[in-house]
């Protein structure tokens, strides 16, 4: 939910209707819902208004039959409704009545339905207290003006410590109570005890002591500043100013556990964080060892998945190069070469049979030809070629062979020798 402008600056101004439409990217308006969960979370952030204490006469007074109590305490000014929860209602030594002065502690909250703000009670004291009261509400102001409640100053607190500081006495229940707990929930802590009372007037002067002890150590993580549960006059001294300041300049972040859940002391604003009860506090500095465990078994459970993803991804790569390097080889190359070899002789091959099969068609075209034209083909048709036998002078003029001259006649199959007895010539 948005910061909604709720009062104009001026509470005697009214709303100014400019008649311009609000910017597109917020709402024009709010439901009644939204508008009191608003309201109700500015209350539950508002630190006055929790752990108040208020004095008043009670009246309209009724028991539900669920076990809670509702009345009204007021005074000549003003009325305020208050509920008590049937959980705080039992721990009541006696119910209040119509016309009792009581004191009320309690936080200060929206009833949403209604719309209404009420106080729920947590403890109910006759007004016979009402000056310690005062007192502490005075003192509560007063540190408050000076900033030593601020959420500003409040300090995370660390995750794994190593050597928690107690400051406490080791006699109490209490100080057993955290010490179960943090042997189960984190045994690896050491612990630093600075004992002190945590009741009576010497108490406060021994818890500002026993923390400067734990400050004046250089190994400490974090501090626990407890006591079991008590009246208002018992757990005074944690509503001591020196001790408030003390806890306020701590070295160290602290954690108080003061009292049961119903207990506020100011010590609880001027520590890092407040728990309700010690062995709350001792959980709240510590992790639990077995979620440790499971973490750990998680971050390692992904540190090998992603190891294996990372293994695979470089077997993939290697294999990727090896394929590379194959086709890179000086052998695979020369068995590349070879084939190439055996491929272009296997073409030579062809290529000379090719020719050769052409060259000798060519000559057989050739011959046959040679035989078509040469003189002997004619000789196989009944010619004869004549040549003079003297000189072999081939004779195709009757004029060059005179009567006597011996001749050779070539027939288609062998010669003949004969004489010229005469001649005709011709033309």
Known sequence: MQNLPLFSPNPNDDFLDTGELPPEDEPSHYTVGELATYIRLKFEMD????????????SNLSRAASGHLYFTIKDPEAQLKCVMWKSNVTRLAKLPEHGDKVVVLGNVGIYEQRSEYQLVAQVIQMAGLGDLNQQLELLKAKLAAEGLFDETRKRPLPFFPRRIGVVTSPTTAAFQDILKVLSR?????????????????????????????????????????????GSLEDLWCFND?????AVAASRWPIVTGVGHEIDFTLVDFASDRRAPTPSAAAEMVTPEIETLRYGVEVLQERAHNAMQNHLDELRD???????????????????????????????????MVANLNTARQRLNTQEAALRANSPLAILSRGYAIVTRAGD?????????????????IQLDKGSLRAAVKSRELGE
């Open 185 to 229: 929930r984190f045994p690896v802590a050491e612990i630093i005890l600075s004992p002190t009372l945590v009741q009576g007037e010497q108490a406060p002067p021994q818890i500002i002591a026993a923390l400067e002890r734990i400050n004046r150590r250089d190994d400490i993580d974090v501090i626990l500043l407890i006591r079991g549960g």
């Open 392 to 408: 072999g002078k081939r004779l195709t003029d009757a004029q060059d062979a005179a009567p006597g001259v011996d001749v050779v």
């Open 241 to 245: 100013e020196r001790v408030v300041r």
């Open 47 to 58: 630190t006055h208004l929790r752990g108040v204490w208020v004095e008043g006469e009670v």
């Open 317 to 351: 790569d290697l294999s990727a190069y090896g394929r590379s390097l194959r086709h890179l080889s000086p052998y695979v190359r020369i068995q590349n070469y070879r084939q190439r070899v055996d491929d272009l002789t296997l073409r030579l091959q062809r290529g």
